[in-house]
C-alpha cells in the first residue's frame, strides 16, 4: 500500500518499499543527493547505454567469396562470412545469373565449425554477371537480409 504526504499528496514510497529521490530538496538546500540516489540514476544511465546493444545485435557481412563487385575465375562455392553467429536453420543463400535463374547447386548451409560461414556450391559457372541473395537470423533472432554482385571472367 502506498503512503502519502500530506502536504503534497504524492506517494512516500515507491516500489518495493523505495524512498522517492527528492532532488528538489537537494537543489534547495545544497546538501548532496542521497547515496540511493546515485545509485538510481547510476543505474538509469546503465540501463540507457546498453540498451542500444540489444538494437545492434543484427549479423552483417563481413566479407566474401568472391567478394563484392569483383571479377574472377569460376568459383567453386559462394561464402560469405558476418560478423556475429547465425541461425542455421533459418539462413540461407543463393546464387542467380544475369537472366535471374537460379544456379547454385541448392545446397546452402552454416559450416559447423565456424557458426559465422554461410555458404553454397556452385558449378562450372560461365563469364558473365551473378547475384548472391542471402538471408541470415542471427543467434538472438534478429533477420537481415541483402545480396551483392559478382562477375566471372
Known amino acids: ?62 566479407h566474401s567469396e568472391p567478394r563484392v563487385g569483383h571479377t574472377v575465375d569460376a568459383p567453386r562455392a559462394v561464402r560469405v562470412w558476418f560478423d556475429g553467429a547465425i541461425e542455421p536453420v533459418f539462413s540461407t543463400v543463393r546464387v542467380e545469373d544475369g537472366d535471374k535463374r537460379r544456379v547454385d547447386n541448392g545446397d546452402a548451409r552454416v559450416d559447423p565449425r565456424d557458426s559465422t560461414l554461410l555458404e553454397v556450391s556452385v558449378p562450372a559457372l560461365p563469364p558473365g554477371r551473378y547475384q548472391v541473395f542471402w538471408s541470415v537470423v542471427a543467434r538472438d533472432g534478429h533477420r537481415t537480409e541483402g545480396s551483392f554482385p559478382f562477375r566471372v571472367k
Open 1 to 62: 500500500m502506498l503512503d502519502l504526504d500530506p502536504r503534497s499528496g504524492r506517494p512516500t514510497r515507491g516500489f518495493a518499499g523505495a524512498t522517492p529521490c527528492r532532488w528538489a530538496e537537494v537543489r534547495k538546500g545544497g546538501r548532496h543527493p542521497p547515496p540511493r540516489c546515485l545509485v538510481r540514476a547510476w543505474l538509469l544511465a546503465t540501463l540507457f547505454l546498453l540498451a542500444p546493444a540489444a538494437a545492434w545485435a543484427h549479423a552483417f557481412p563481413d
